[in-house]
């Protein structure tokens, strides 16, 4: 009998451990499955995020992060550690973390030890101000979770508040960070936790706040997780105590939200399936770069902030506030995949912080409910290019979405704004100058002293053009013709002052005296993108930017390595930015520079998983293929680099919504069989596009959900050489013509049709050889080592191509059909591939080299 009751009393005693161990766990669910799961060995070092409208995690691999409640630090260095056992030694999380998996929803970091594993899923809420991790364990032994952190509770830079403490909360189960003012407040902790610290409430220290959570017996968190919640903001602590027991009640919600929330991203937008799958899921995830830029501030409003990066022991999240010139360029991006309501969203935040004499800002920071920004900080109104790119950004919006209210709703503004823009142009050569408007393309050193860069002419031509456009839309025939009349002045002016006659190239700017500042650099693609330069002269300016001096395997150099002022390092002077290396791309391909265009989108594509998963960082060296350490890890622009050529280059979409005039002018590699657009929005117009090339010619199949009046401008671009035979719509011939320009590094007819709602276009060729894009692999650490592409020409059944590569190395080219070359003198044939062999020359030195193919 004694017994017995020993063994009830030991199961009763072992029932209530179970059920105080078991308390605030809840039941473990299954997490969503997704094809752009991005799953490896985790980096330690290598940052992550998940973001909300009004919430951050801004981390590392290793499991350490900061918190983030917009415009709130809640805290740092949030770690994990674990005890085995009555044992009192600690188990670091950073030392065991061993993989991360991501989707867009949710990021998964692995820890395993030889008797436990902790499976740590992180999920930041789309539009509340908190986050919650789950933790899904599997234990042998006893185990005690030790979750610490360092509270802050600071606004962000350069605001400050002082007295803040640290409590823990026995009833809510969570630490509350607060101050005395009780206006800014942090809430985190676990309805499975117990608090730990010892530091007094009344201050804080480098001590860490922790709290536990304890599993005495295995079987307690098996099928579980246990959730852990953090939240925070300005404002009342009743309704952020409100939200973290939102959150609490039910996490799997705030999982579920943030999974539906993508999908509908992802459903929502422009869709394309290319035989390319890194491309594929790079261009998703620029989609979720973006879009986790998407910032609700309580006090300024909702807007898109510049980039995200951990702030350390400071107050600044990366490039984490309101930068309008990264928002304008960026926005260009957004169109192009149909993301209409948040560029505008966007557009009109930025209007608010328009000066009175129409200057746009360019930034402001998150923290300016806290102080006075623009009265007692130099840096709102500094750069002068913004306002005109406001200009140009609102006319790409007004053509691919035709949403004319908001011409007519921004027209004060837009007006303004162009009339600040002609106050800038002190020499009244037509263009703006840098020396009244701001800094433009650069922001230090030599290169800043000059009258006017390629880079706010470019920008103020643009906005010119535009402005004439969104005139027309708003009713205003007078600034219609102006502006006209200032595009014209604007687009000779460019021609006359950039030109370099000796260099054949347009150069990075003029001083006050008229004399080009002949540095070669990759701010001359951008005229280049809008079609502002002469077509001959900027066909030598891309030639040149090809050269292995500038363009790297991991993308393009700020400044020529020949140039005195180069630095790998410098910000200005040497490093590679992608979202400049994108403008370049999208350059490269509307001159049909297309092998060379490719190169430098797929190392866009490479840099979308190369550091943060899904994340493109800010810049790179100009001599290896890493980043610096200060570059910031989640840059919005750079995602650019993937989106902007992918879309306005590689696929060739443009459209018209005003005119109802939409273009597919694909440029794709010769052996890509088949591509699939979905979901392309123009106005109220959704097309579908699908490309198929075979021995015969190309079929493309288009589909359409309206009735309304549609032009659709079909020009692929084809190899060297191609012959067309001939062109049918719906099975009827129909004329085309031929894009010819001078140097012409493609064969490309162009065919115009009126669209029914499904309707087929066939072009017949006679096939040639046609290079296909070099592999420039390029590793991290590496330095440029790929094949340059400087150009090609086509004459009398000859393709001659330039190419560059290292001195005393063999390159491997691939191309189609190479059963149609008759002879060739630059390379040798091994199997299907042309080995390519580069003449001696000083180790390490690019040299240049012709390769000559016949034709049958």
Request: aromatic fraction near 12%; hydrophobic fraction near 40%.
């Amino acid at each position: 009998m004694k017994t017995k009751r020993s063994v009830l009393i030991f199961i009763v005693g072992l029932l209530l451990s179970s059920a105080v161990a078991a308390e605030g766990l809840i039941p473990r669910f299954e997490l969503a499955s997704s094809d752009l799961e991005i799953r490896r060995l985790a980096q330690p070092n290598t940052y992550f995020d998940k973001t909300g409208r009004k919430f951050a995690i801004l981390g590392f691999e290793s499991g350490s992060f900061e918190a983030w409640a917009y415009p709130l630090k809640l805290l740092r260095n949030f770690e994990f550690s674990f005890l085995i056992g009555s044992s009192t030694q600690p188990i670091a999380g950073k030392d065991i973390v061993r993989t991360i998996s991501a989707t867009p929803a949710a990021t998964t970091l692995t820890y395993a030890f030889q008797s436990f594993t902790v499976k740590a899923t992180y999920v930041a809420a789309v539009d509340e101000p908190g986050a919650v991790i789950l933790l899904a364990v599997d234990t042998t032994e006893p185990l005690t979770i030790v979750c610490s952190f360092l509270p802050v509770l600071q606004p962000m830079w350069p605001a400050g508040i002082g007295g803040q403490y640290a409590s823990w909360d026995g009833g809510l189960k969570a630490y509350i960070i607060s101050e005395p003012t009780r206006k800014n407040h942090g809430l985190v902790g676990s309805p499975a936790a117990q608090g730990i610290s010892y530091t007094p409430a009344h201050m804080l220290s480098d001590t860490p706040n922790q709290f536990k959570v304890l599993i005495e017996n295995k079987d307690v968190a098996r099928g579980k997780f246990i959730p852990i919640v953090l939240t925070g903001g300005k404002g009342r602590r009743e309704d952020v105590r409100k939200t973290y027991e939102t959150l609490v009640k039910d996490p799997e919600a705030v999982y579920r939200q943030a999974v539906l929330h993508y999908e509908r991203l992802r459903q929502d937008t422009l869709r394309v399936l290319t035989p390319d799958e890194k491309l594929n899921a790079a261009f998703e995830w620029a989609k979720v770069a973006y879009d986790n830029l998407i910032v609700d501030n309580p006090d300024l409003g909702r807007g898109l902030v510049a980039g995200l990066s951990p702030s350390g022991t400071g107050g600044r999240p990366g490039f984490g506030w309101f930068f309008s010139g990264d928002t304008y360029m960026n926005s260009l991006s957004l169109n192009s995949y149909g993301a209409f309501s948040s560029v505008k969203e966007a557009l009109l935040f930025t209007q608010k912080w328009q000066r009175d004499d129409g200057k746009m800002a360019h930034e402001l920071s998150q923290a300016a409910g806290y102080l006075n920004w623009f009265k007692d900080y130099p840096y709102g109104y500094i750069h002068g290019e913004t306002t005109p790119f406001y200009i140009a950004a609102c006319y790409d919006y007004l053509r691919m979405s035709g949403d004319i209210e908001f011409v007519k709703q921004s027209w004060p503004s837009l007006n303004k704004a162009y009339a600040w823009c002609l106050t800038t142009d002190e020499d009244g050569d037509g263009l703006m100058d840098n020396s009244k408007a701001g800094l433009g393309a650069l922001e230090f050193g030599s290169l800043t002293g000059i009258r006017t860069d390629i880079y706010l002419a470019a920008a103020w031509a643009r906005a010119a053009y535009g402005m004439e456009r969104l005139a027309k839309a708003a009713g205003d025939p007078s600034l219609e013709r102006t502006a006209r009349d200032h595009y014209a002045k604007a687009q000779k002016a460019l021609e006359a002052k950039f030109w370099d006659e000796e260099n054949g190239r347009y150069a990075y700017a003029f001083n006050s005296d008229g004399k080009l500042v002949k540095e070669l650099t990759p701010w001359s693609s951008v005229p280049l993108v809008w079609g502002q330069g002469d077509p001959a002269r900027s066909m030598l300016t891309l030639e040149k930017i090809n050269s292995a001096d500038l363009t790297t395997d991991w993308g393009v150099r700020m400044l020529s390595t020949r140039s005195a002022l180069f630095e790998p390092l410098n910000y200005n002077y040497g490093a590679v930015w992608p979202f400049l290396s994108g403008w370049v791309a999208t350059a490269l391909y509307k001159h049909d520079f297309s092998l060379q265009g490719y190169g430098l989108l797929t190392a866009a594509v490479r840099h979308t998983f190369d550091n943060a998963i899904g994340d493109i960082t800010e810049l790179f060296s100009g001599e290896q293929n890493i980043w610096p350490q200060e570059g910031v890890c989640h840059q919005g622009f750079s995602s650019s680099g993937v989106v902007f050529p992918f879309i306005r280059g590689l696929l060739g979409l443009e459209g018209d919504a005003l005119t109802g005039e939409v273009r597919f002018e694909p440029r794709f590699p010769a052996d890509w069989s088949d591509v699939a657009v979905d979901n392309w929005k123009v106005g109220e117009e959704t097309i579908s596009l699908r490309y198929r090339r075979s021995a015969e010619g190309v079929r493309l199949e288009v589909g359409r959900r309206t009735n309304a009046a549609t032009k659709l401008i079909f020009a692929p671009a084809f190899g060297l050489g191609t012959n067309v035979r001939g062109v049918t719509f719906n099975g009827e011939s129909v004329k085309h013509q031929f894009v010819a320009p001078p140097r012409a590094q493609a064969v490309q007819p162009r065919v115009e049709v009126v669209l029914g709602r499904n309707d087929v276009i066939e072009i017949r060729l006679d096939q040639v050889p046609e290079l296909l894009p070099p592999a420039n692999a390029s590793n991290t650490g590496d330095t440029s080592q790929g094949l340059r592409i400087i150009r090609s020409e086509f004459k009398e059944g000859r393709l001659t191509t330039i190419l560059e590569g290292l001195a005393n190395r063999t390159y491997d080219l691939k191309l189609t059909h190479p059963d149609l070359v008759r002879s060739m003198t630059g390379a040798k044939w091994e199997g299907a591939i042309l080995r390519v062999e580069f003449p001696p020359g000083p180790p390490g030195e690019y040299v240049r080299h012709e390769l000559v193919l016949s034709f049958r």
